[in-house]
């Protein structure tokens, strides 16, 4: 019931693009998104609802496709700062209105000078 | 508070030894998670509540574990007789409402190591 994160870990220079997905087996109807630095809280980026909305923050910005129950992040132009573990987390609320999560694996991003 | 604080930060026991680990959310949020997060994986979902309810305690892994948010706020986990897979990263999280576009915001952790 988890979604699946792919890639596991991607290393970037500074300025280079990026692309993390996140693969659901059942229907999705939102997706979460959060980026967590080492030893640090998870901190959110942004949520996408069912209907194919895409959202942004900063340089990073999400797509929904709710028929291939996927989502994925593009970070565009990476910071230093970008580095960290983003995680993609779909809700298991019985009603699937809630925010009530389960996480992907995680996606270890480097961005090096 | 600012945000979500948890305590204590880190907490050593010895293996058969009982813990109990604090949350205090947001101030008015009305959901409250915990997680589990094992070293280079993502957050596993403990237990769920809204206000003082417990509406899901699912992903518990075992009767050794109790949650409790008795008046809606502070929130404990205990784990009783704390084995060696119970070491990890303990989240808390909360929302303000329990709705689809709400975000989590989550405390820092406590790190328990059973020894």
């Known amino acids: 019931q988890q979604p699946v994160q792919s890639p596991q870990a991607v290393i970037l220079r500074e300025g280079e693009d990026a692309v993390i997905n996140c693969s659901s087996s059942?229907?999705?109807?939102?997706v979460h998104w959060y980026r967590q630095k080492h030893g640090e809280a998870p901190v959110f980026l942004m949520i996408l609802l069912k209907g194919g909305e895409q959202k942004g923050h900063e340089k990073i910005s999400a797509s929904f496709n709710e028929k291939k129950q996927q989502s994925s992040l593009y970070l565009t132009a990476s910071q230093l700062s970008y580095s960290g573990t983003y995680f993609c987390g779909t809700d298991i609320s019985s009603n699937n209105a809630g925010n009530m999560l389960t996480f992907g694996g995680g996606t270890r991003l480097m961005v090096k000078p | 508070g600012a945000g979500v604080s948890q305590s204590p930060r880190y907490k050593v026991a010895k293996r058969g030894q009982d813990v109990a680990l604090r949350c205090d959310p947001i101030s008015g949020h009305v959901s409250l998670f915990w997680y589990q997060q094992a070293l280079g994986q993502g957050p596993e979902f403990l237990t769920y509540?809204?206000?003082?309810?417990?509406?899901?305690k699912s992903g518990l892994p075992s009767d050794r574990f109790f949650a409790e948010r008795p008046e809606g706020s502070v929130s404990t986990l205990k784990i009783q007789r704390t084995q060696q897979e119970d070491s990890a990263v303990y989240l808390c999280?909360?929302?303000?409402?329990?709705?689809?576009?709400?975000?989590?915001?989550f405390g820092n952790g406590t790190r328990l190591t059973v020894t």
């Open positions: 999280a909360s929302s303000l409402v329990p709705m689809v576009n709400s975000p989590l915001h």
């Open positions: 509540f809204q206000n003082e309810a417990q509406l899901d």
């Open positions: 059942k229907a999705l109807y939102s």
